[in-house]
């Protein structure tokens, strides 16, 4: 178990993560710093097809029990071990979750993906995080734990808590770049060439920048317009929560967490976006896309309609993925008990998670979260 993993190290970590959204073949370097630095075996990147669990993209580092890992059984056989399907889609999103901790199991016996190549590695613990997920696929980042290695501790979570968000807002920036190589020369004609609306920003939201996609917007003044130079979108909300992150990437981008990113808009006609800020200023190669700005703002179609109040809450006040499900959960009338079985953690946990959403949004008792849920509404 690691003692304590400092927050300079966290933040060379998601500097490392956010150089793979401009060149993906830094995957490899980066999902390495991330589990040797906390105490796993080996770390796998990947996209897989629902309900068969065939890959559909897979990056893998480090050494693992044998080449067949990627037979249709053994891809079959993780989903099953987390419990299948169903239970894989009630797991939070940006979360990292212990195998042992979301089954209640010590031990494994049984399922062919364990007995063929988990145990027999010496693998004694799973950890994955959901970053991407729907009907069709799920997108996770896991990593596994040898037994010379020790259980994992609190301070390796609380790391894997910091790290999450970034790995969703990397995958999918990176998905709207089409998982290309973006050179420094030729990055102002890579976005030229998207269809989704991109901004270059300051850190003050001046505008440095705007694609074709975005430009075309802003003449429309749908979703977002320039206002004496600076970048606004639609609904107040959506701008304070864009600046507040364009302020973090200004100042610390590991302190972004999930502040710009997926936030929800909408165009007059109804159309679900989503925008998603990437940081500019640190990093190898980020900072010389461009000198004058602190981040990018993409603008993409969502795939789903924005979900209220959850979505708003989170905005407001910074709610992590875990703290917005117990939100809706408590609003929704269950208990912390009921909570935790459903989204497979313990209910010491949840009432941790419970106690931080009081601390963010001033409440003092569950009545009035349920409350503030039926307040909340952000009119587009």
């Given at each position: 178990?690691?003692?304590?993993?400092?927050?300079?190290?966290?933040?060379?970590?998601?500097?490392?993560?956010?150089?793979?959204?401009?060149?993906?073949?830094?995957?490899?370097?980066?999902?390495?710093?991330?589990?040797?630095?906390?105490?796993?075996?080996?770390?796998?990147?990947?996209?897989?097809?629902?309900?068969?669990?065939?890959?559909?993209?897979?990056?893998?580092?480090?050494?693992?029990?044998?080449?067949?890992?990627?037979?249709?059984?053994?891809?079959?056989?993780?989903?099953?071990?987390?419990?299948?399907?169903?239970?894989?889609?009630?797991?939070p999103m940006d979360e990292p979750i212990l195998l042992?901790?979301?089954?209640?199991?010590?031990?494994?016996?049984?399922?062919?993906?364990?007995?063929?190549?988990?145990?027999?590695?010496?693998?004694?613990?799973?950890?994955?995080?959901?970053?991407?997920?729907?009907?069709?696929?799920?997108?996770?980042?896991?990593?596994?734990?040898?037994?010379?290695?020790?259980?994992?501790?609190?301070?390796?979570?609380?790391?894997?808590?910091?790290?999450?968000?970034?790995?969703?807002?990397?995958?999918?920036?990176?998905?709207?770049?089409?998982?290309?190589?973006?050179?420094?020369?030729?990055?102002?004609?890579?976005?030229?060439?998207?269809?989704?609306?991109?901004?270059?920003?300051?850190?003050?939201?001046?505008?440095?920048?705007?694609?074709?996609?975005?430009?075309?917007?802003?003449?429309?003044?749908?979703?977002?317009?320039?206002?004496?130079?600076?970048?606004?979108?639609?609904?107040?909300?959506?701008?304070?929560?864009?600046?507040?992150?364009?302020?973090?990437?200004?100042?610390?981008?590991?302190?972004?967490?999930?502040?710009?990113?997926?936030?929800?808009?909408?165009?007059?006609?109804?159309?679900?976006?989503?925008?998603?800020?990437?940081?500019?200023?640190?990093?190898?190669?980020?900072?010389?896309?461009?000198?004058?700005?602190?981040?990018?703002?993409?603008?993409?179609?969502?795939?789903?309609?924005?979900?209220?109040?959850?979505?708003?809450?989170?905005?407001?006040?910074?709610?992590?993925?875990?703290?917005?499900?117990?939100?809706?959960?408590?609003?929704?009338?269950?208990?912390?008990?009921?909570?935790?079985?459903?989204?497979?953690?313990?209910?010491?946990?949840?009432?941790?998670?419970?106690?931080?959403?009081?601390?963010?949004?001033?409440?003092?008792?569950?009545?009035?979260?349920?409350?503030?849920?039926?307040?909340?509404v952000m009119p587009y």
């Open positions: 178990m690691q003692d304590f993993v400092s927050a300079a190290r966290v933040s060379e970590l998601i500097g490392l993560l956010y150089d793979c959204a401009i060149d993906p073949q830094r995957w490899e370097p980066a999902l390495d710093a991330i589990y040797m630095e906390l105490g796993f075996i080996n770390a796998g990147l990947g996209i897989q097809a629902l309900p068969s669990g065939a890959p559909l993209l897979m990056v893998e580092r480090g050494p693992h029990p044998d080449a067949a890992i990627r037979t249709p059984e053994y891809l079959a056989g993780t989903l099953e071990i987390w419990g299948g399907v169903r239970r894989i889609m009630d797991y042992t901790q979301a089954t209640g199991r010590t031990s494994f016996a049984g399922f062919y993906a364990w007995d063929k190549f988990a145990e027999p590695a010496g693998l004694i613990d799973l950890m994955a995080i959901a970053f991407a997920r729907d009907a069709t696929m799920i997108g996770s980042v896991a990593m596994a734990r040898h037994a010379s290695q020790g259980p994992v501790g609190e301070p390796e979570m609380a790391a894997l808590r910091l790290i999450a968000p970034h790995i969703r807002r990397v995958v999918a920036i990176s998905r709207l770049l089409e998982l290309k190589t973006v050179e420094a020369a030729t990055f102002s004609g890579a976005l030229e060439s998207l269809s989704s609306g991109i901004v270059l920003v300051d850190e003050q939201l001046g505008v440095v920048h705007a694609n074709g996609a975005a430009a075309a917007m802003m003449e429309r003044g749908d979703p977002i317009r320039q206002v004496a130079g600076k970048l606004v979108f639609s609904h107040p909300l959506a701008t304070a929560a864009l600046a507040d992150a364009v302020a973090d990437c200004a100042d610390a981008e590991h302190d972004l967490g999930r502040r710009g990113l997926g936030v929800p808009l909408k165009r007059t006609n109804g159309e679900a976006l989503v925008a998603h800020v990437l940081p500019l200023r640190v990093g190898e190669i980020r900072p010389g896309l461009n000198a004058s700005a602190t981040a990018a703002i993409f603008i993409a179609a969502a795939a789903a309609q924005p979900q209220l109040p959850g979505d708003a809450l989170a905005l407001l006040y910074d709610l992590t993925p875990a703290e917005s499900r117990v939100f809706e959960s408590i609003a929704a009338g269950h208990a912390p008990a009921d909570i935790a079985s459903r989204l497979g953690v313990a209910t010491a946990t949840v009432k941790t998670h419970l106690l931080r959403v009081f601390q963010k949004t001033g409440c003092n008792r569950q009545a009035d979260l349920v409350k503030l849920a039926g307040s909340l």
